[in-house]
């Protein structure tokens, strides 16, 4: 049985930055990959980014070049380096592991934590 606890949300200004974490325990945290996506009420969950267990990384076009996601196998911890934040980067991040298909897709992850709510202000 695989947990996955989230941390490090809050409220930052427009400009600012966070880092996310996600705790996991468990199987061997190194043979999965790991993903960040995000969510608003009412909308799908929305693919942030994704990191394979050898370190291979993707991300959606909308965080590219101002999100890191990057991992620490021995500390089974998946981080989330959030800079130069925007009031649409609010939402709900949710931290995912253990894919059966494509990363980008909510539906292939098999592993989930409970969600981090991060909040821009204009």
């Known amino acids: 049985q695989v947990q996955l606890v989230e941390s490090g949300g809050g409220l930052v200004q427009a400009g600012g930055s966070l880092r996310l974490s996600c705790a996991a325990s468990?199987?061997?945290?190194?043979?999965?990959?790991m993903a960040w996506f995000r969510q608003v009420p009412g909308k799908e969950r929305e693919f942030v980014a994704a990191?394979?267990?050898?370190?291979?990384?993707y991300y959606a076009d909308s965080v590219k070049g101002r999100f890191t996601i990057s991992r620490d196998n021995a500390k089974k911890t998946m981080y989330l380096q959030m800079n130069s934040l925007k009031p649409e980067d609010t939402a709900v991040y949710y931290c995912?592991?253990?894919?059966?298909?494509?990363?980008?897709?909510?539906?292939?992850?098999?592993?989930w934590g409970q969600g981090t709510q991060v909040t821009v202000s204009s």
């Open positions: 995912a592991g253990n894919p059966s298909g494509s990363y980008y897709s909510h539906m292939e992850y098999n592993y």
């Open positions: 468990g199987r061997t945290f190194s043979s999965y990959a």
């Open positions: 990191i394979r267990g050898s370190g291979s990384t």
